[in-house]
């Protein structure tokens, strides 16, 4: 009788633990695919992670290239600018320079001016041929109580002189100032074209322009020389 009850006791107890290892087993089975889940979602997080971190070294090394590309042209156009703020210097110069000789008195002028003041009684004595004095001693011989002479033909033309004729001098000729050095920038180092734009040629041949300005430096002298084809680049130095 106590066997029986044991055994049923057993049985019960079995019954129960296999019901409790049957919730377990599902309860790991869940755990198994929510973590299989979680991998894969992971895995595609890290996928789309690896791709925006590609993308954005893909971005930051464009960015850098452009921005050095840019500094190079803001150097290009300091050096320009600096270029042109001399030349405008030395038009300035040129056109007070032009402006002293324009207004200023020639030396004809200044001869002449000079020369107003100078007393002509010398230049009268060399010309007086005495006829006014025998014409003066007719009419004192003669009584005149005027004792003036009224010929008008015997006065010397005092105001009479030779004209001159302005000799300007030769102008020298242009030469070019010397210098130690030259350096050549091409039009690929300092300048770009847009997206679509093309150089314009003239017989299958861009055309090649040249803008040259003199840098002087203490010890020597060095010649920058901007080579550009077409009429576009020609506006990008004016």
């Known amino acids: 009788m106590i066997d029986e009850r044991a055994y049923e006791l057993l049985c019960c107890q079995l019954g129960l633990a296999n019901e409790e290892k049957a919730g377990l087993r599902k309860q790991v089975n869940e755990l198994i695919a929510r973590l299989k889940a979680i991998e894969e979602s992971n895995k595609e997080n890290s996928k789309a992670l690896v ?3 590609n993308e954005l070294s893909t971005t ?10 840019m500094r190079k042209q803001l150097e290009t156009k300091d050096e320009v600018n600096m270029m042109l703020a001399n030349e405008i210097s ?25 020369n107003r003041n100078i007393d002509k009684s010398a230049m009268e004595k060399s010309e007086y041929d005495g006829s006014g004095k025998k ?4 009419n004192k011989t003669d009584g005149n ?12 033309a005092q105001n009479c002189r030779p004209s001159r004729k302005k000799e300007t001098a030769p102008r020298a000729a242009k030469t070019r100032l010397k210098v130690d050095k ?3 920038h091409e ?26 300005f003199i840098e002087h ?10 080579r550009c084809k077409g009429k576009a680049c020609r506006r990008h130095f004016h």
Do not use: C
């Not at 930051?60 to 590309?69: C, D």
């Not at 300092?190 to 040249?210: C, H, I, S």
């Open 51 to 53: 791709d925006t971190i």
């Open 187 to 212: 039009i690929e180092d300092y300048y770009q074209l847009p997206d679509g734009a093309r150089l314009m040629k003239r017989n299958g041949m861009a055309d090649v322009w040249e803008y040259r």
């Open 90 to 114: 030395n038009l300035r110069l040129q056109l007070e320079d032009s402006r002293k000789h324009r207004f200023g008195r020639t030396s004809e002028q200044r001869r002449l001016l000079n």
């Open 145 to 156: 109580g005027t004792g003036s002479n009224t010929s008008s033909g015997n006065v010397p």
């Open 182 to 184: 030259v350096i050549v």
């Open 217 to 226: 430096v203490r010890a020597h002298n060095v010649q920058h020389v901007y």
């Open 135 to 138: 014409g003066d001693d007719d």
């Open 60 to 69: 930051v090394e464009n960015n850098r290239k452009e921005m050095e590309l």
